[in-house]
C-alpha cells in the first residue's frame, strides 16, 4: 500500500516530524510545520527546536 505523508524536515539536522494539519475553508486541509518548529527569515529554512534553541544559544 501507498500512502502519502506531509512531513516537516529541519534543514540543518536532518530530524523528520509530521506536519501539522491546519483545516481551512471549504474542508480543505492544509499543512504547516509543527508546534515549536520555525522558518528562517527567507520562510524557505525551517527548523526544529533543538536547531532553534542552538541558533539561539537557549537549551530547549
Not at 14 to 28: H, M, P, S, T
Not at 43 to 58: H, M, T, V, Y
Amino acid at each position: 500500500m501507498l500512502k502519502q505523508v506531509w512531513i516537516a524536515k529541519c534543514d540543518l539536522c536532518g530530524r523528520v516530524e509530521q506536519a501539522k494539519a491546519v483545516f481551512g475553508q471549504y474542508n480543505e486541509t492544509n499543512y504547516t510545520i509543527p508546534e515549536g518548529w520555525d522558518t528562517g527569515h527567507n520562510k524557505d529554512f525551517i527548523l526544529c527546536p533543538e536547531c532553534l534553541s542552538a541558533i539561539k544559544g537557549r537549551t530547549p
